[in-house]
C-alpha cells in the first residue's frame, strides 16, 4: 500500500490507529513477548497449544489449528478436503463475486474453479438463491463469507449445501465475535477460516491465521499439512505446507483474545451512533438483519457519488478506505473470469465506501465523521 505522507499531515480522525488499538494492552503485551523470549522455543510450542485451545472454545467448536495466516487457513481447509477425497482438482466452489481476493485464490491455488455470485444487495453477503442457481454438477462447495463482519445467511446455505451434498465452509476472517442466536461465526460450516491480520477485530502483532471445525479427521489432516505433511517428525504422509502460528503471534493473541467481545461491543456502539447520526439522502447506510449478527469489522456505505464524497471527507482530515474497489472477476489475476458479468458487484464496487472504525475510535471522533458526512454536498 502506498501511503502519501502530504495525505498522513492531514489526518485527524485515523481509519484505524493500530498503535493506539495495540496501546492499551501494551504492558500485558510485552509481559507475554518476555515470557516467549525467555522460553527458547519460537515454533509449535506451548502458546499455540494454549491459544488454540482458548480460541476453540471461544467459537464453541471442537478444534482450532493455528496457521501462518487468513489466506492459509482458507486454501488449507480446500487442500485437506482434498486429501481426505470430498473435493477434486476442477471441481468448482462458489463465492460471492464482491469479497476480498484471498477467498477467490484459496481455491484457484488448489485447482479448484471459483464460481463468483452476485451478493444481496442489503447484506453484502451471498444471496441462497443466487447460490442455488448456480450449483450445477462439478459443484463441491459453497464459500460463504461474512463480509465486513455481518454473518452471512448460514441457516440458509446449511439448508442447502445439505440438500446438495455440498461442503460449506466460513470465511469468517472480518468476522471475529459476530453470533447468531448465541452462536459463533465459525461454528456454523463444516469448517472456517479466520485472520489474524493486525487490522482484523482479532490481530496479532504480524501475521497469523485458524481453522476452526468440529471435524477431527479434517483438524488432524490440516495439523499434518501445516507442518511439511508431517505428523511424526521426518514422516512426511502428504506434500505439505510450511503455515504455523508462531509462539510470538500465539502469545499476543492470547492476550488479545481476553477483550475481543469487549472490543465488538465498543464496534457496536460506533456503528450504532453512524446508523442514528447520518441521514443524508445521497448515502445509504448498512443494513443489518439483527444486532448480534454484526461484528462491523468495517462500516461500509454507499454512495453513487463515492469519490467526491471520499475527497470531502478527507478534506475535513477523515481517513476512509474503499473494500474494495475493483472485484475479483475484473482483475489481472484472473482472465479465466473476464466473460462473467455482476452488474451488482460491479455496481458495488464504484459505490462503497467505508467509515473509520474501532475499538479505540473515540465519541467526539465519531460525531466528527458524522457531521462531515452530513456536510457532504453532492456535487451536479
Ligand atoms: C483478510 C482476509 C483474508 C485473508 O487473510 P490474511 O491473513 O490477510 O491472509 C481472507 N478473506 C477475507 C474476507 C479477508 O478479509
Redesign the pocket.
Known amino acids: 500500500m502506498e501511503i502519501d505522507l502530504m495525505d498522513v499531515a492531514r489526518i485527524d480522525v485515523p481509519f484505524l490507529s493500530l498503535r493506539d488499538v495495540n496501546a492499551r494492552h501494551a504492558d500485558e503485551l510485552k509481559a507475554a513477548a518476555a515470557r516467549v523470549i525467555d522460553s527458547g522455543w519460537y515454533v509449535l510450542g506451548e502458546e499455540l497449544v494454549a491459544f488454540e485451545r482458548e480460541f476453540a472454545a471461544y467459537g464453541g467448536v471442537r478444534h482450532a489449528v493455528g496457521v501462518g495466516?487468513?489466506?492459509?487457513a482458507?486454501s488449507l481447509i480446500l487442500r485437506g478436503y482434498k486429501e481426505l477425497g470430498a473435493i477434486g482438482e476442477g471441481d468448482e466452489v462458489i463465492v460471492p463475486g464482491n469479497?476480498?481476493i484471498?477467498?477467490f485464490l484459496a481455491i484457484s491455488e488448489n485447482r479448484l474453479v471459483p464460481v463468483p455470485v452476485e451478493p444481496d444487495a442489503a447484506s453484502f453477503n451471498l444471496d441462497p438463491a443466487c447460490v442455488k442457481a448456480a450449483i450445477g454438477p462439478r459443484t463441491r462447495a459453497i464459500m460463504a463469507?461474512h463480509?465486513y463482519g455481518q454473518l452471512a445467511d448460514m441457516p440458509a446455505l446449511a439448508a442447502l449445501a445439505r440438500r446438495h451434498k455440498l461442503l460449506l465452509i466460513e470465511?469468517a476472517?472480518?468476522a471475529h465475535g459476530a453470533m447468531r442466536d448465541g452462536r459463533k461465526a465459525g461454528a456454523f460450516g463444516d469448517a472456517a477460516?479466520f485472520?489474524?491480520?493486525p487490522t482484523?477485530n482479532l490481530g496479532a502483532l504480524g501475521?497469523?491465521?485458524a481453522v476452526l471445525t468440529d471435524d477431527t479427521v479434517l483438524a488432524q489432516r490440516i495439523t499434518a499439512l501445516r507442518n511439511y505433511g508431517s505428523d511424526v517428525k521426518y514422516r512426511h504422509e502428504f506434500q505439505g505446507l510450511n503455515s504455523r502460528l508462531d509462539e510470538m503471534q500465539a502469545a499476543m493473541l492470547r492476550v488479545k483474545l481476553k477483550y475481543l467481545n469487549d472490543d465488538v461491543a465498543r464496534r457496536r456502539r460506533v456503528a450504532r451512533r453512524y446508523r442514528d447520526g447520518i441521514r443524508h439522502p445521497q448515502i445509504l447506510l448498512p443494513q443489518v438483519v439483527r444486532e448480534e449478527l454484526h461484528a462491523w469489522h468495517l462500516f461500509v456505505l454507499r454512495c453513487t457519488r463515492r469519490d467526491a464524497l471520499q475527497r470531502h471527507l478527507q478534506s475535513r482530515g477523515i481517513q476512509t478506505q474503499v473494500h474494495y474497489p475493483l472485484p475479483a472477476h475484473r482483475q489481472p489475476a484472473y482472465p479465466s473470469l473476464r466473460h462473467v458479468r455482476l452488474p451488482l458487484t460491479e455496481r458495488l464496487h464504484d459505490e462503497v465506501l467505508s467509515l473509520p472504525m474501532g475499538p479505540t475510535l473515540r465519541d467526539d471522533e465519531v460525531e466528527r465523521v458524522i457531521a462531515a458526512c452530513q456536510s457532504f454536498e453532492c456535487p451536479p
Open positions: 495466516n487468513g489466506l492459509d482458507l469479497t476480498f484471498a477467498s463469507v463480509l470465511d476472517a472480518q477460516a485472520s489474524f491480520f482484523k501475521d497469523g491465521g
